[in-house]
């Protein structure tokens, strides 16, 4: 396993973490100094987040005390575009997700949880959810929807995923660090606090390295002997529509690759914490595909998958947003936490029924131009996660209390390390 990953006991559940306090848009400092302004309303962010007038041109290390991820550092990654090319991107990226792909995909999903649901019943009691589970789940999905689950040269392991996952999405600075404190204008704690050491740097840049040869290599062989996975797709469609940076090609199949894998994995290990924690009752109602597809909704709304509050945007024009004005120039941190539990928009909260629906549509994914192009696969393998795991162990119960888990840490999401459980 990388270095990068690191794990830390004694820290509180993502969904317990408390988030900054639901105002009208003010000026705050992010943790590396920097001026900004806070928006966290519900209504204030689903407009900023729409604006065109606000860009992440040349934030690429702002906002953080340590290194950024590569996954949000570099300028070729999807999330650092704006404008024309962003717009080109994303085009050719709806060219690969087209509903009906979308639609053909989904069988054979809930196989690929299905199948992990009966070889954790098989194996029996006791068990640890993580190697069992939630990292099996997503890992299967992915390889199937890459096209990297066969024997040839595009065959990928689960460990040299991690492994290559971890240093994309790598934070700078000391991960442990990451436990939900405020500074003095409530403003979420974000950094680290010191650069890895040089073993930790240089194995984590001949991951990243090792990563870009094989992705670059991918699409070189897609080109020649295209199939129908997504990678395949995704080359057809830039050739076809033209103007894509090769760079960018690479960065998003990568970035597809690795953060759907792990955003899945923490998405399912944060939820499942939460279930078996502090809702066992729920559990077995769970069983209900329906009731199943609510509460995923409801989970991924309110359980962040990182310690990280906000997203950094910059205004480009003066913008006059919930009774305030942020001139042009100024640096905009939206945080999507605080406007998932604004209590005016979600007076229930997460403690709430898990089976009532959202009374509005959730922010967790975004919104906007950069919506999350695989917000479906996220929703799609939850589901189908918890319906098939709660409707074969109804039973399933924690046997480590949750202040006593420890967190896998060092990347843009955080998760739980081991989930011992019994039935």
Same mark, same amino acid.
């Given at each position: 396993?990388?270095?990068?990953?690191?794990?830390?006991?004694?820290? /509180?559940?993502?969904? =317990?973490?408390?988030?900054?306090?639901?105002?009208?848009?003010?000026?705050?400092?992010?943790?590396?100094?920097?001026?900004?302004?806070?928006?966290? =309303?519900?209504?204030?962010?689903?407009?900023?987040?729409?604006?065109?007038?606000?860009?992440?041109?040349?934030?690429?290390? *702002?906002?953080?005390?340590?290194?950024?991820?590569?996954?949000?550092?570099?300028p070729a990654s999807l999330f650092n575009q704006d404008g024309p090319a962003h717009r080109r991107l994303r085009a050719t990226i709806q060219r690969?997700?087209? /509903?009906?792909?979308?639609?053909?995909?989904?069988?054979?999903?809930?196989?690929?949880?299905?199948?992990?649901?009966?070889?954790? *019943?098989?194996?029996?009691?006791?068990?640890?959810?993580?190697?069992?589970?939630?990292?099996?789940?997503?890992?299967?999905?992915?390889?199937?929807?890459?096209?990297?689950?066969?024997?040839?040269?595009?065959?990928?392991?689960?460990?040299?995923? &991690?492994?290559?996952?971890?240093?994309?999405?790598?934070?700078?600075?000391?991960?442990?660090?990451?436990?939900?404190?405020?500074?003095?204008?409530?403003?979420?704690?974000?950094?680290?606090?010191?650069?890895?050491?040089?073993?930790?740097?240089?194995?984590?840049?001949?991951?990243?390295?090792?990563?870009?040869?094989?992705?670059?290599?991918?699409?070189?062989?897609?080109?020649?002997?295209?199939?129908?996975?997504?990678?395949?797709?995704?080359?057809?469609?830039?050739?076809?529509?033209?103007?894509?940076?090769?760079?960018?090609?690479?960065?998003?199949?990568?970035?597809?690759?690795?953060?759907?894998?792990?955003?899945?994995?923490?998405?399912?290990?944060?939820?499942?914490?939460?279930?078996?924690?502090?809702?066992?009752?729920?559990? /077995?109602?769970?069983?209900?595909?329906?009731?199943? %597809?609510?509460?995923?909704?409801?989970?991924?709304?309110?359980?962040?998958?990182?310690?990280? %509050?906000?997203?950094?945007?910059?205004?480009?024009?003066?913008?006059?947003?919930?009774?305030?004005?942020?001139?042009?120039?100024?640096? *905009?941190?939206?945080?999507?936490?605080?406007?998932? =539990?604004?209590?005016?928009?979600?007076?229930?909260?997460?403690?709430?029924?898990?089976?009532?629906?959202?009374?509005?549509?959730?922010?967790?994914?975004?919104?906007?131009? &950069?919506?999350?192009?695989?917000?479906?696969?996220?929703?799609? %393998?939850?589901? %189908?996660?918890?319906?098939?795991?709660?409707?074969?162990?109804?039973?399933?119960?924690?046997?480590?209390?949750?202040?006593?888990?420890?967190?896998?840490?060092?990347?843009?999401?955080?998760?739980?390390? =081991?989930? /011992?459980?019994?039935?």
């Amino acid at each position: 396993m990388d270095s990068a990953a690191t794990t830390r006991t004694a820290l /509180p559940p993502l969904h =317990r973490l408390p988030v900054s306090p639901v105002r009208p848009p003010h000026p705050t400092t992010l943790p590396d100094g920097t001026p900004a302004w806070l928006v966290t =309303r519900y209504h204030d962010v689903r407009q900023v987040l729409g604006d065109p007038r606000i860009t992440r041109a040349d934030l690429h290390d *702002v906002g953080t005390a340590g290194a950024t991820a590569d996954v949000a550092a570099n300028p070729a990654s999807l999330f650092n575009q704006d404008g024309p090319a962003h717009r080109r991107l994303r085009a050719t990226i709806q060219r690969a997700f087209t /509903p009906r792909a979308i639609a053909g995909w989904q069988p054979w999903v809930a196989a690929a949880v299905q199948q992990s649901v009966d070889a954790l *019943v098989t194996a029996g009691p006791p068990a640890d959810l993580v190697t069992a589970f939630t990292r099996p789940v997503p890992f299967a999905v992915t390889t199937r929807l890459m096209g990297l689950d066969g024997d040839g040269p595009d065959s990928l392991d689960e460990e040299r995923l &991690h492994r290559w996952t971890l240093a994309l999405l790598a934070q700078g600075g000391d991960p442990s660090d990451g436990d939900g404190d405020k500074d003095a204008n409530g403003y979420g704690d974000m950094d680290g606090d010191g650069e890895a050491n040089g073993t930790a740097a240089a194995d984590h840049a001949e991951a990243l390295a090792e990563y870009g040869a094989f992705t670059t290599e991918l699409i070189e062989r897609r080109r020649r002997e295209p199939g129908d996975d997504l990678v395949s797709r995704l080359v057809q469609a830039a050739d076809h529509d033209g103007g894509i940076p090769e760079e960018s090609l690479v960065h998003l199949v990568a970035g597809l690759t690795a953060s759907g894998n792990e955003s899945v994995a923490g998405a399912l290990g944060n939820a499942l914490v939460y279930l078996l924690g502090e809702r066992a009752e729920h559990w /077995p109602r769970l069983a209900d595909p329906d009731t199943a %597809e609510r509460t995923a909704e409801r989970l991924l709304h309110f359980i962040p998958l990182g310690d990280d %509050e906000a997203t950094i945007r910059r205004a480009t024009a003066p913008i006059e947003l919930g009774g305030a004005t942020i001139p042009a120039g100024a640096v *905009v941190a939206i945080s999507l936490g605080s406007a998932n =539990r604004d209590p005016d928009v979600y007076p229930d909260g997460l403690d709430a029924d898990l089976d009532l629906p959202l009374a509005v549509p959730t922010l967790a994914f975004s919104a906007g131009p &950069h919506y999350c192009i695989g917000a479906w696969r996220v929703r799609l %393998e939850m589901r %189908e996660s918890l319906h098939r795991l709660a409707a074969a162990l109804p039973g399933l119960r924690l046997t480590t209390p949750v202040p006593d888990l420890a967190w896998q840490l060092g990347s843009t999401t955080r998760s739980p390390a =081991r989930i /011992p459980v019994d039935w």
